[in-house]
C-alpha cells in the first residue's frame, strides 16, 4: 500500500492502530507517530514528552465495563493459580502450554468457577488477540490492552463454571497470545491466570437444571504448531471441518462458537462491494467483499448454527485514545454464541464419527474460528435414541444497492435469514422433543462524499431465537433470545501537507440483549457506547497529540438482581463514573 491510497479513502482504509508515544515538539519529526500502515512504522524515540509524563504517572487500569459476577455468599473460593507467563516474541509459535492439575483442596463440585485474567504490559506495542484453552476447548478469549510508556494493567473476570466438569481432570492449558518483541514494539506482555472454585452443595436432578454439562468436546486444531487452537480461516472457500464421535447417552448438547476478525476482515462492516472497488481501480489496496459476514456451522451437511457477530472493536481499533482507560464492548471478554443442537442429536448421537465444518460467508482473510460442544449425558442409559423432525435453513436472502459515482456515493446491504429445526431424544427422562427457530435481520449502509474522504456508516444486526423442550409433549421450558446491534460510524480525513492527517470520528455501538427462560425469568442489557476524538496520523503513524472521549451506560436487569453504570472518559481519565445496584434505575434508553 502506498501514502496516497490512505490519503484519499477515509475509513476505507481503517487497519488497527496504537499511538506513538515520542517527543510531540514537533510534528514534522519522523518518529511522532504509531501506525497506520504496520508496514511503515516509525521507530520509537525514548524521550517522552513533560505532558505525557503527567498523563502516565503511574500504572494505568484499563478495564472493561460489566456486571461484577455474582458470587455465592455462604462459600469462600479456593484459588488456584493456572499460569503466570510473560508474552514476548511470540508470534507464529505454538501456544504457551502448561499442565492444569486439580486440587483436592479445592473439591470437585463448584457452585461457581471463575477465571481471573490479569495482565501488565509496559512500552509500545499492538493490541493482540489472545486465547485460553483447556484440554483444546476454549474457555476465554480476549484482546490485549495497548500500553503506554509507563505501563499499564487490566484484569477481566469470567464465569467459566460451564466448564467445571473439564477442572475436575489434569488437563493440557493452553494461552496462545501471538506477540511481536522487537526495537520498534518493546511491549511484553505479563499474564496471570488464576481460578476461583466456589463449592457446591448438592443439586437435584432433572434434564435442565445442571449449571454444567457432562463432558466438554473441542471443535479445535488437535495440536497447533504456530498460532493457537482455533483454524484460522483464510477466507470465503476456507471450510475447516472436525471429525466427532459423540457418547451415545448424550441427552443434550450446545454448540458455542467463539470468533474473531482480524486482518482484512478486522472492519469487515466498513468493507466495500467489489464492484465499487474495481470501478475506482483500488483492487488489490482496500478490502472488500462488502460488509456483511456470517459465520456458518454445520453438522454433516446440516446447518446447525448461524453466528451474524457483534463488531467488537480492538483497543486500537479507529481511534486508540477512545479505549483509554476503557475497553470497547467485549474487547477484553469477546462474546461466543450458543445453539441448543439437541433436535440433531438422532442423527449424531449414533456411536459413529460425524463431520462438524464451519466457515464465513465472504470472509477475507482471516478470522479466528473454534467451538465447544457442551454434552449432558443420560446417568441411567448407555445409549439413547432419537431423530431429527423437521429441519428448515433457507441461504439467506441479502439485497445489496450501490449508487455511487467515483469514489462518492451509496453502498447498502440488507439481509435476513430463518433457521428452523426440532427433533426428539428418548432417554431415562423421557421423550425430550426440542425445537429451535433463529431468526437474523441485518442492515449496513455506507455513504462516501468529498471523494470518500467524508465516510458514514449505520448497521444494525438483530436475532431472535425461541427454544421449546418439551418430556413427553409437556414444555418443561421455554427460552427467548432478543440480540441488537446497533453500530454507527462517521469518519472524515483532512489530508494536510507533509504526509499528515487529521481524522476526526466518531462512532456510537450497543450491545442489547433480551433474555426470557421460562423457569428461571427474564432478563435485558443494555450496554452502549459513544466516542468521538481526534487523531493526526502523521508518516502513516498515530501521534499522541490526538485525544478521544468516551461515554457509556450499562443496564442490566432481572428480578432482584441490577446493575446500572455511567461514565464517561476522555484522554485516559474517567471524568464521571455511577454506579447503581438497586433494581429503581433512571430510565436509561436503549
Ligand atoms: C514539512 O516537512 C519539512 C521537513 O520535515 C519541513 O521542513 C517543513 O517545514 C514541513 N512543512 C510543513 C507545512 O509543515
Ligand atoms: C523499525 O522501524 C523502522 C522504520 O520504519 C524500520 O526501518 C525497521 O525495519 C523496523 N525494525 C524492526 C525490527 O521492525
Ligand atoms: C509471576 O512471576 C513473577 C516472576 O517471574 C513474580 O514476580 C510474580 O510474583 C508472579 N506472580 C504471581 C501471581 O505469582
Ligand atoms: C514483566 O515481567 C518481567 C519478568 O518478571 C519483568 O521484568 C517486567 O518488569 C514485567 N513487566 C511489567 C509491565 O510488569
Ligand atoms: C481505472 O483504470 C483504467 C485502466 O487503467 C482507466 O481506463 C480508468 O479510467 C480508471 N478508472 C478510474 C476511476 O480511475
Ligand atoms: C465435512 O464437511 C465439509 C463441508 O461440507 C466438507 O468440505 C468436508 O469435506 C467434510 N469432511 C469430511 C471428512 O467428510
Ligand atoms: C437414575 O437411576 C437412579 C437410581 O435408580 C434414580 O434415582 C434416578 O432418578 C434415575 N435418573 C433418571 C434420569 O432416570
Ligand atoms: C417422541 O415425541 C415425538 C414428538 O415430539 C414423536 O414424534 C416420537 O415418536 C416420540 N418418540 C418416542 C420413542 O416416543
Ligand atoms: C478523487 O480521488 C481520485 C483518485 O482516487 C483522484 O484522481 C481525483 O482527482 C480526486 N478528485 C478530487 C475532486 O479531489
Ligand atoms: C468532527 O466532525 C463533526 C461533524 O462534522 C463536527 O461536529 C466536530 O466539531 C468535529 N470535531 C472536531 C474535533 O473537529
Ligand atoms: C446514556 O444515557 C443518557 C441518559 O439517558 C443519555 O443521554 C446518553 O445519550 C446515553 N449515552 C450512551 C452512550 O448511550
Ligand atoms: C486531550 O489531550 C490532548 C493532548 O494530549 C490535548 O491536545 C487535548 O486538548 C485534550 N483534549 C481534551 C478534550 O481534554
Partial sequence: MTTSTVYLKGFLLFITTLVFEGSQKSLS???????????????????????????????????????????????????????????????????????????????????????????TCKGWQYDRISAVWLSGVEIFRTCTAEPTAKGVEWKVEKDVTRFAVLFKDMQTLAVSLGNVVDK????????????DFYPQYKQKGDPKASNHADAVLPISLASPLNGGYWFQLQGETDVRSVSVT???????????????????????????????????????????????????????????????????????????????????IGAFDLPS??????????????GRAHNISMRVTDSLKF???????HLWLDPNSSKVTGRLLEYNAPDPDTKTVNSYRGLDGKISIKASRSIYYSGYVFSSYGNITT????????????VYSSNASVSFLEQITETKSKATTKIDSQI??????????????????????????????????????HVKISRKGSSSLHNSQAADGLIVISN???????????????????????????????????????????????????
Fill in 29 to 119: 519529526h519522523a518518529e511522532t507517530a504509531s501506525v497506520l500502515l504496520r508496514s511503515r512504522l516509525q521507530p520509537a524515540a525514548a524521550e517522552i514528552s513533560p505532558e505525557e509524563i503527567a498523563v502516565h504517572s503511574g500504572r494505568r487500569e484499563y478495564f472493561e465495563v460489566t456486571k461484577p459476577i455474582k458470587l455465592p455468599s455462604h462459600t469462600k473460593p479456593c484459588s488456584s493459580l493456572l499460569l503466570n507467563h510473560s508474552f514476548a516474541n511470540t508470534i507464529n509459535l505454538p501456544p504457551f502450554v502448561t499442565t492444569y492439575t486439580p486440587s483436592k483442596k479445592c473439591g470437585f463440585e463448584w457452585e461457581k468457577v471463575i477465571l481471573t485474567w490479569k495482565a
Fill in 184 to 195: 520498534n514494539y518493546t511491549g511484553i506482555y505479563n499474564v496471570t491466570v488464576t481460578v
Fill in 246 to 328: 459423540l457418547p451415545a447417552n448424550v441427552y443434550r448438547a450446545t454448540l458455542e462458537i467463539c470468533v474473531s476478525f482480524h486482518g482484512d476482515d478486522e472492519f469487515w462492516y466498513t468493507n466495500p462491494t467489489n464492484d465499487y472497488i474495481e470501478a475506482n481501480n483500488l483492487t488489490d489496496q482496500i478490502p472488500g467483499n462488502g460488509p456483511f459476514r456470517e459465520v456458518v456451522v454445520l453438522i454433516d451437511d446440516l446447518v446447525a448454527a448461524a453466528v451474524w457477530p457483534f463488531p467488537v472493536l480492538y483497543t486500537g481499533g479507529i481511534n486508540p485514545f477512545f479505549w483509554k482507560p476503557v475497553a470497547a
Fill in 337 to 350: 454464541y450458543d445453539f441448543d443442537i439437541t433436535p440433531f442429536l438422532g442423527v449424531i448421537a449414533d
Fill in 367 to 373: 478470522w479466528l474460528l473454534d467451538a465447544n460442544l
Fill in 435 to 446: 425445537s429451535s427457530l433463529h431468526s437474523y435481520k441485518f442492515q449496513n449502509l455506507q
Fill in 476 to 513: 418443561i421450558d421455554l427460552e427467548e433470545k432478543e440480540s441488537s446491534y446497533p453500530l454507527s460510524l462517521f469518519y472524515v480525513q483532512d489530508n494536510q501537507p507533509n504526509d499528515t492527517i487529521v481524522a476526526n470520528a466518531s462512532i456510537a455501538h450497543a450491545l442489547n440483549e
Fill in 540 to 590: 502513516n503513524l498515530v501521534t499522541n497529540i490526538g485525544w478521544g472521549a468516551l461515554r457509556q451506560n450499562y443496564s442490566f436487569q432481572s428480578e432482584g438482581d441490577c446493575y446500572y453504570r455511567s461514565l464517561s472518559a476522555r484522554n485516559y481519565s474517567l471524568l464521571s463514573d455511577i454506579v447503581l445496584t438497586s433494581c429503581t434505575f433512571p430510565d436509561v434508553p436503549n
